[in-house]
């Protein structure tokens, strides 16, 4: 027969085992529905490739030519294909070699410029009834006052103009569905003013800079300027951007990765936003 004291000391033991096993159950709990709660979600802010991917009217278009798609002698299932495609065209990346002389080629671009926290400035209310719209200083001042805050240092910054919706249609995206050099002038779509470009550059310090559109110039720009501006300053930019209607002003993250193209000065981009819920 146990003592009392052996049968208090047993009790208390249990007690406390039990106290330590739900403690640890709540804890391991608590800590399965935090890190729940954090699980970001996936935006993919990238077109697909394809014979309907939207290019520069001088460049050459995206080609997919089958090598191979069926069964082999040996019984198994096999598929490969080879492509063409120009650097710039869909969803890709302007590396600042594009317009400016001695700055950093795709493979060149550190991979800090093209991942990290990312804002978005909606302007599709500005550029809806108008295509040649151009995004400016105002624009980006009246989103720090809505957001009390400036752009953060090292952000992507993202320009939702609303006109990926008319992606792939050329003659509503691009303005004209026609091709060749003298489609050129035809051009009509959104873009960045190069007094914006020019004030971002002096007065913010920016990773990288894209948009829903063909360029970050405007559709009728002659000269580029906005690209020059950035490009200048080793800012990359990202070209035909889509889904930007699904991300919040701010408190999200952008990873954005081309194909590693030695020296080139442009690439396909695979590019998604990481949103908090």
Partial sequence: MKT???????????????????????ESTEEDTSTKEIQPKI??????????????????????DTVFEGHTEKGYYYSANNFTTAEHGGTHID???????????????????????????DVSARA?????????IEDFTNWETKEQTTIPDGSIVLLYTGYSKFYPDKLKYLGTDQRGEE???LLHFPGLSP????WLVKNRNINAIGLDTPSIDYGQSQNFESHVILL???????????????LPSQGFEVIALPMKIKGGSGAPLRIIALVKE
Avoid at 49 to 59: C, D, G, K, L, P
Avoid at 195 to 198: F, G, K, L, N, S
Wanted: charged residues 25%; contains cysteine.
């Fill in 4 to 26: 009392r004291p052996t049968y208090l000391f047993g009790s208390l033991l249990m007690l406390s085992l039990l106290f330590i096993g739900c403690k640890e159950q709540t």
């Fill in 43 to 64: 935006v993919d802010l990238s077109h697909e490739y394809s014979r309907e991917t939207i290019y520069w009217v001088t460049a050459k278009e995206f080609e997919l």
């Fill in 95 to 121: 590396a600042p070699i594009h317009f400016a002389e001695g700055r950093q080629a795709v493979n060149e671009i550190p991979l800090e410029k093209l991942i990290g926290d990312a804002i978005k400035i």
């Fill in 128 to 136: 809806s009834n108008n295509p040649d719209y151009e995004v400016s």
């Fill in 183 to 185: 489609a050129v002038k």
């Fill in 195 to 198: 007094a914006a470009a020019d």
């Fill in 232 to 246: 200048s300053e080793n800012i990359p930019a990202f070209e035909n951007l889509t889904n930007l209607e699904g």
